[in-house]
Each structure stands twice: as structure tokens, then as C-alpha cells.
Nanobody, 131 residues
Framework: QVQLVESGGGLVQAGGSLRLSCAAS????????IGWFRQAQGKEREFVAQ????????YYADSVKGRFFISRDNAKTSVYLQMSSLRPEDTAVYCC????????????????????????WGQGTQVTVSS
């Protein structure tokens, strides 16, 4: 069980930077892979970035690769999303979510991010990028 709270959203100009934080409760934070998702008004939720429970593996959507950077600090039970070169199309509500480790494992017990089942979600933080 984990509870997540996002922070750091706001209004920025195109080309600017912003860092989002995802703070987690509980003592089993390291047992979860954490993903960032976003949903623009009128659009479906989409995957943004993911980091494994160990922090050794990261994955990004093509639309943000090279611009966004995900990291985690298990000692602080937090995950961060550093966003740069922001574009108006990045405007959305950003949420972090946790997937239990076992849901991300394939038949050989290898980590496969496409298998992760996200069970716990934060309330979201608004990011608005002006042109």
C-alpha cells in the first residue's frame, strides 16, 4: 500500500523548465515502480515516464524523451520529473502512480515495464505551458 502526492506544477513559458515531485508514504516505497502520466483536457491519459523500484531502469514516451528526466530517492520516498524545453502541448494534469514490483515481472522474473499494473495514483498537479 502506498499513498502518493504530487507537487511542483505551475505556469511556465514555452522553452522553460519545471520539476515535479511525487512524495510517497509507507515503508515499502522501494518495492514499487513509479510512473508519471498526464492527461490534457479532452484527451486520454498518456504515459510519460517510468522508473523501476531500484532506480536502475528508466523509460520515456517518445514525445518527451530527451526533454524530461525521471529519478527517485528511496531514502526520501520521492520520485521526481525534471521537465525542460517545455511546449504548449505539454500542458496537462500530471499524476504519478505506483505499480507493485511483481506486476512488472515476466515469466523469467525479469523486469518488463510494459507489464506494470498501476494500482495507486496521486491526485495530480496542473502544468500549463504558455506560448
Amino acid at each position: 500500500q502506498v499513498q502518493l502526492v504530487e507537487s511542483g506544477g505551475g505556469l511556465v513559458q514555452a522553452g522553460g523548465s519545471l520539476r515535479l515531485s511525487c512524495a510517497a508514504s509507507g515503508r515499502t516505497f522501494s518495492s514499487y515502480a513509479i510512473g508519471w502520466f498526464r492527461q490534457a483536457q479532452g484527451k486520454e491519459r498518456e504515459f510519460v515516464a517510468q522508473i523501476s523500484w531500484s532506480g536502475g531502469d528508466t523509460y520515456y514516451a517518445d514525445s518527451v524523451k530527451g526533454r524530461f528526466f525521471i529519478s527517485r530517492d528511496n531514502a526520501k520516498t520521492s520520485v521526481y520529473l525534471q521537465m525542460s524545453s517545455l511546449r504548449p502541448e505539454d500542458t496537462a494534469v500530471y499524476c504519478c502512480a505506483a505499480a507493485i514490483k511483481t506486476s512488472c515481472l515476466n515469466f523469467y522474473s525479469d523486469y518488463d515495464p510494459s507489464l506494470c499494473e498501476y494500482r495507486y495514483w496521486g491526485q495530480g498537479t496542473q502544468v500549463t505551458v504558455s506560448s
